[in-house]
């Protein structure tokens, strides 16, 4: 079993609608949660960090933990097609530094 | 802030000859940095962790002579890829994070270097 798992995608979806991006994750011990995105070409920037269960909003980007269910998601509200892009979970563990990345989520926007 | 550089952005070498990559934090001092490595559609792998003043730590599969890593001050650490071949080619990632304050520390990328080896 893959310690942190993404749907590869595309995730397709029209310009002003929401996009709803998955993770899960394998290790219970797990205790910080990041999602980055990454263009093609470039390298992953921050998006977004949560430590604790429920949502963190921020502006149009929403993550939601639940770590009884070892789960974590992205929304994008109003997508743009300047969301396209790769977005990656990574996840933290209480005895390292290191992030364990999930294989990315496709993003497309289309207008 | 957490503004992390690279440099070269990019770079073309003959094989056989060595190349070394430069990652700095430039707002923060970053005493844990980490090197990864990405093919072409696919996922980041990390190839190190590196520590400010101590020998870097490698994942499996790494060779640690062949991607030899200085990590020797809090806002620079180097990666070197010695005898280049073409099998080298990919796109360098460092990333930095301020350790000292346990697991929340988040990781801040690097634009990348994009390596191709002749």
């Known amino acids: 079993q893959k310690e942190v798992e993404q749907n590869s995608g595309p995730l397709s979806v029209p310009e002003g609608a929401i996009a709803s991006l998955n993770c899960t994750y394998s290790?219970?011990?797990?205790?910080?949660f990041f999602w980055y995105r990454q263009y093609s070409g470039k390298s992953p920037e921050l998006i977004m960090f949560i430590y604790s269960n429920g949502d963190k909003e921020d502006g149009r980007f929403t993550a939601q933990l639940n770590k009884a269910s070892q789960y974590v998601s992205l929304l994008i509200r109003d997508s743009q097609p300047s969301d396209s892009a790769t977005y990656l979970c990574a996840v933290n563990t209480a005895t390292s530094d290191k992030l364990i990345f999930g294989t990315g989520t496709r993003l497309q926007v289309f207008p | 802030g957490a503004v992390v550089s690279q440099h070269p952005s990019w770079v073309i070498c003959k094989s056989g000859t060595s190349v070394k990559i430069e990652c700095r934090s430039l707002d923060f001092q970053a005493t844990t940095m980490f090197w990864y490595r990405q093919f072409p559609k696919q996922s980041l792998m990390l190839m190190a962790t590196s520590n400010e003043g101590s020998k870097a730590t490698y994942e499996q599969g790494v060779e640690k002579d062949k991607f030899l890593i200085n990590h020797a001050s809090l806002t620079l650490s180097t990666l070197t890829v010695t005898s280049a071949h073409p099998e080298d080619s990919s796109f360098y990632i460092c990333?930095?994070?301020?350790?000292?304050?346990?697991?929340?520390?988040?990781?801040?990328f690097g634009p990348g270097t994009r390596l191709t080896v002749l």
């Open positions: 290790d219970r011990g797990s205790q910080s």
């Open positions: 990333s930095a994070s301020a350790s000292g304050r346990g697991w929340t520390d988040t990781q801040y």
